[in-house]
C-alpha cells in the first residue's frame, strides 16, 4: 500500500536527504496529526507539488505538528507528453468534478473556459476566486490520488486565449458528438507521426530514439455544447474534432474519459 501523502513547498523541502529531519506544521501539519493522526514509525511521503518525492518515517506526532526522518529521495520524471485540460465553467459544480477525476488520472494542466453557452459567469473578483477555487479541488484531488504533482490552474481563459493554447500544442482535441473519428483514432494517428519523425532525426544524429514527447490539449464545452462559431475558432487555430464513444457524455465526464483513452493509447498507463 502506497504512503499517505502531504505537500510543502519546494523551498522547505529543497536540500534534504537520507536522515534530515522536517517539521510539517500549519494546515498540513494538522491534517496530518488530527486527521489522519499519524503516530511515530508510520510512513508517509512529503511532495514538493513539482516532483519530488521525500520518502520519511514519523518521528514524532503532537498538536499540529509531525516531525518526520527523512529516508529516500525521489525525482519522479515528467511525463513526455504533457495532457492540458480546457474545461468550460459548468453548474451544478460539474467543472469541478470534472477537474477532480481528471487530476486523479494523471491531468497535468487545467483551463477554466468562459465558453458562450456556460451558464455560470465568473465576472470580477469570482475571475480571481474562481481559479484558486480549482487550486484547492486539483490539490486535494492530488493528495488523494497521492501525487507527487500537483497540476497547474490557470487563469479564465476566453476562446482567444484557448485558440493561443491549441496554436502552441503538439494536438489539440474538441471532444464534440459530431465527430467522426474518434479520440483513440486520433491519438494513435498523431503519436505515430511524432513517433517516425523523432526517430528519423534520431537515426540522422546516430543517436537511438526515445519516446517523442508532446503536449496534448483536450477541450471540453458546456453544459448546452460549444458554438459553431468556438468550434470553427479551434478548428482554424489547429485543433481536430473528436469522439468519445456512442453516447453524449456530461462536462463532467468528458474530459476524466478522455484522459483515460489518452492515458492508455499513449503509454502513460
Not at 35 to 61: H, I, Q, Y
Not at 69 to 83: D, G, K, L, Y
Request: glycine share 10%; aromatic share 4%; with cysteine.
Amino acid at each position: 500500500m502506497s504512503n499517505p501523502v502531504f505537500y510543502a513547498t519546494p523551498q522547505q523541502l529543497a536540500g534534504l536527504g537520507p536522515g534530515s529531519l522536517f517539521t510539517l506544521d500549519g494546515a498540513e501539519g494538522r491534517h496530518a496529526t488530527t486527521v489522519k493522526r499519524l503516530e511515530p514509525g508510520e510512513p508517509v511521503d512529503m511532495c514538493d507539488g513539482a516532483g519530488v518525492r521525500l520518502v520519511c518515517t514519523v518521528t514524532s506526532a503532537g498538536k499540529g505538528v509531525l516531525t518526520v526522518r527523512v529516508e529516500s529521495v525521489h525525482q519522479e520524471p515528467s511525463p513526455a507528453i504533457s495532457f492540458t485540460l480546457v474545461q468550460a465553467l459548468a453548474k451544478g459544480d460539474r467543472d469541478e468534478l470534472a477537474i477532480e477525476t481528471a487530476t486523479e488520472l494523471g491531468i497535468d494542466t487545467v483551463v477554466p473556459w468562459q465558453a458562450e453557452r456556460s451558464i455560470v459567469r465568473w465576472k470580477m473578483d469570482k475571475a480571481l476566486k474562481g481559479p484558486e477555487k480549482w487550486r484547492q479541488v486539483v490539490g486535494a484531488a492530488a493528495k488523494q490520488a497521492r501525487r507527487s504533482t500537483i497540476p497547474q490552474v490557470s487563469s479564465l481563459a476566453g476562446t482567444a486565449q484557448v485558440c493561443e493554447l491549441i496554436a502552441g500544442a503538439g494536438l489539440a482535441l474538441i471532444l464534440h458528438e459530431d465527430a467522426t473519428d474518434s479520440v483513440a483514432e486520433v491519438a494513435r494517428s498523431w503519436f505515430a507521426a511524432q513517433q517516425g519523425a523523432h526517430e528519423g532525426e534520431a537515426a540522422q544524429a546516430g543517436k537511438t530514439a526515445g519516446p517523442p514527447a508532446g503536449s496534448i490539449v483536450m477541450i471540453v464545452g458546456p453544459e448546452g455544447g460549444m458554438s459553431t462559431a468556438e468550434v470553427a475558432a479551434f478548428v482554424a487555430a489547429g485543433a481536430r474534432t473528436a469522439l468519445l464513444g456512442h453516447h453524449v457524455l456530461r462536462s463532467s465526464t468528458a474530459g476524466p474519459a478522455a484522459v483515460v483513452v489518452l492515458s492508455q493509447e499513449l503509454g502513460r498507463w
